[in-house]
């Protein structure tokens, strides 16, 4: 991969642009409303591009499109054709309440609703939670833009990629605000979607003249092969025949990732909730400049969510078909310790050798099935020597002797291709870990856990990026940039939305009930600076491969400490209108609580040998489904015990437009049936015909 002249021009002026842009357009933010809330006066366009912009990130770049490239393929685009339906439900059932209301943030809507409690208790919840959003949503364009350079045979660490991602995002957000996010949002999503598109293209172009491609054969069991392609086929033939049994929406019901019974509710409750109570996203639609703008706004980013599986989680399974070896050769850095780790454990493993400073020639001979830890005495050394074996682990001396292992550790792998790639080594283990377990169990100890990995999965587009593109006009510049401004505008988002319920629900609430305008406008700023910071810290450390081997999981899993009960609050709320205020107070606590025993049980290898525990448990969907249930009933047995003697009435306190767009409507009913059409189309009924 080359990047010529014409793409570091058309780069730099995009990132130019972007925050010149943002910041023309948000000189005279004097006020809290016109600094957190644009001044209540986006439009529908704006909205919707904003929407997307906000969302769509390396968390689906980089990690949407490694778990396509994954047994899971297509299904993964559940996460946005429900949020389709989600947005229109949103648009509709839950905006006019929140417009009427005229709040800054969502956990103020609970004060309005219950009491000041519940207001505190999501607001400091949520932003705890995006501290490592902000980490994530760092570290997976930091891990974009490190395996670019890679190719490039340049080494840029994750920290050098994290700072300047932050800091882009920092200039603009920090002057600016909510409109200057969405003025750099409106390139930045308009960007994102084209440069999406350009990828998938000459993913196309370059599946119709490869020789060969890796596919999955079975997604139960993550068996693979590599097979010669025909000369008579085309792009669209390939990638049928090779990835049909990945088209389909509904995966297994013991499936880790995405079980077809996630999708009846698990699913539900982090789209409703990312949709319809996330800050972060719902921040433009509480600046609309009336309500049907804001509704005009959500339905138009719905019709784009339907368009976005096709620009990310396609090129994502391409990129399997393409470049599974790369993928394969990224998983050495992570691989290299944790294999190390298991021969100092098991000494007398057949299938790990360590061997001190070997050649190129002996590298290149190394047979598969037996694992080579290459120990050399520098940095220098290590990169010195070429490997295309993914069975030789390169690792420093002084790392390999400052490694260390607790008493009681197992190593799993974590995904299902391991058993088809590592299937002598994976076999030892299984024995290996089964008596460790049994020591344990006798000794009353706890395991620890090491993983290792058969494919970087998260390196898929980045794979993409760096062998399809047409090379030195400009178009990887472009399509980089745009990955950098997906990147750049949920770090945003994010960064705005933090700073605002800190200040509007902590310090504003708490501490300086009575600050001026411009004092509270500062602090946003301030605390745009600190979050940056504090996102740039964690990026780094998110990668390490014990944490998980994909990004977008961790996103998602980590967010149901809150986002069930939050719904659940919300929703009830909205319904139940004699519900009192402890109701409220006491579905958060419950969440937060249920979902950490629940995720604890989940560990505890004698209760999952229970087949209702293992089928409930074994996914963080059902879970959360069990959580999102169990805090209705909780509020339903507090509110038949102690109802508000009268309704709650939502009075209005705002000025804006409150009238309910037709237009929309009849939009987003359309949006609804089609994406009904596309489940059935990528169902084991439409996919049998």
Not at 167 to 191: E, F, H, P, T
């Amino acid at each position: 991969m080359k990047f010529g002249t014409a793409d570091i021009v058309v780069f730099i002026a995009f990132v130019v642009c972007v925050i010149t842009v943002g910041l023309l357009k948000s000189r005279k933010e004097k006020t809290s409303e016109e600094y957190f809330l644009a001044g209540r006066g986006l439009f529908w366009w704006l909205i919707g591009f904003s929407l997307i912009a906000a969302n769509i990130s390396t968390e689906q770049f980089v990690g949407m499109s490694g778990n396509a490239a994954s047994h899971v393929g297509l299904a993964i685009a559940s996460y946005e054709w429900m949020a389709a339906v989600t947005l229109v439900v949103v648009a509709f059932g839950f905006l006019p309440y929140f417009l009427r209301a005229g709040i800054y943030t969502m956990p103020e809507f609970l004060e309005y609703r219950y009491n000041g409690t519940a207001r505190t208790i999501m607001a400091v919840a949520t932003i705890f939670i995006y501290m490592l959003l902000l980490g994530a949503v760092t570290y997976s364009g930091a891990l974009t833009i490190r395996t670019l350079a890679g190719k490039m045979d340049y080494n840029v660490p994750l920290l050098t990629g994290s700072l300047v991602i932050g800091l882009i995002a920092m200039v603009y957000v920090a002057s600016g605000g909510l409109k200057a996010c969405a003025w750099a949002d409106l390139i930045q999503g308009s960007a994102l979607i084209l440069g999406g598109a350009i990828i998938l293209v000459f993913a196309f172009i370059k599946l119709g003249s490869a020789t060969e491609a890796a596919h999955i054969v079975d997604v139960n069991t993550g068996a693979l092969a590599i097979t010669p392609l025909s000369d008579s086929a085309g792009s669209m033939e390939r990638f049928w025949e090779l990835n049909k049994v990945r088209m389909n929406m509904f995966l297994p019901k013991t499936d880790s990732v995405l079980p077809w019974t996630a999708l009846l509710l698990g699913l539900w409750i982090p789209n409703f909730y990312y949709w319809g109570l996330n800050q972060y996203i719902t921040q433009r639609t509480l600046g609309s400049a009336s309500l049907s703008q804001g509704q005009r706004g959500i339905v138009f980013a719905a019709f784009l969510k339907l368009l976005i599986p096709f620009v990310i989680v396609v090129p994502g399974i391409i990129a399997f078909n393409l470049y599974a070896k790369d993928m394969q050769l990224e998983s050495v850095g992570d691989n290299a310790a944790v294999i190390s780790k298991y021969l100092i454990a098991n000494p007398n493993t057949q299938f790990v050798e360590v061997v001190q400073s070997p050649g190129e020639e002996m590298i290149a001979s190394w047979q598969p099935n037996k694992f080579m830890v290459a120990l050399y005495d520098s940095e220098e050394q290590m990169k010195a020597v070429k490997t295309q074996n993914p069975f030789v682990l390169p690792l420093k001396q002084t790392e390999y002797d400052e490694l260390s292992l607790k008493e009681y550790t197992v190593f799993e792998t974590d995904d299902k291709s391991c058993k088809s790639v590592f299937p002598s080594i994976v076999a030892e283990i299984e024995i290996y870990n089964k008596q460790v377990t049994d020591m344990a169990k006798a000794a009353g100890e706890k395991t620890s856990t090491e993983k290792f990995i058969a494919y970087k999965y998260d390196t898929a587009m980045a794979q993409l990026l760096g062998n399809v593109l047409p090379q030195k006009v400009g178009l990887v510049g472009f399509v980089l940039a745009a990955l950098l401004g997906a990147v750049v505008s949920s770090l945003a988002a994010m960064l705005n939305a933090a700073s605002t319920i800190f200040t509007m629900d902590i310090y504003k609430k708490y501490l300086h009930p009575q600050a001026s305008q411009k004092s509270i406008v500062l602090l946003g700023r301030i605390c745009v600076v600190i979050f940056t910071f504090i996102a740039i810290f964690l990026a780094p450390k998110l990668g390490d491969p014990k944490i998980s081997n994909s990004i977008f999981t961790i996103i998602q899993e980590s967010q149901g400490l809150i986002s069930p009960g939050i719904l659940a609050v919300f929703v009830f709320g909205l319904i139940v209108r004699k519900a009192p205020a402890i109701a409220g107070v006491i579905g958060l606590l419950t969440n937060i609580v249920a979902y950490s025993l629940l995720k604890y049980i989940s560990m505890i290898d004698k209760l999952m040998e229970i087949e209702v525990l293992n089928f409930i448990l074994n996914n963080f969907l059902n879970r959360m489904a069990v959580c999102f249930i169990f805090c209705l009933l909780v509020m339903g047995i507090i509110t038949l015990m102690k109802p508000l003697p009268q309704p709650i009435v939502f009075k209005q306190q705002t000025t804006i437009e409150l009238e309910t767009s037709k237009g929309a409507k009849v939009v987003g009913i359309l949006i609804v049936i089609l994406t009904v059409i596309l489940y059935i189309i990528f169902s084991p009924i439409g996919l049998a015909k």
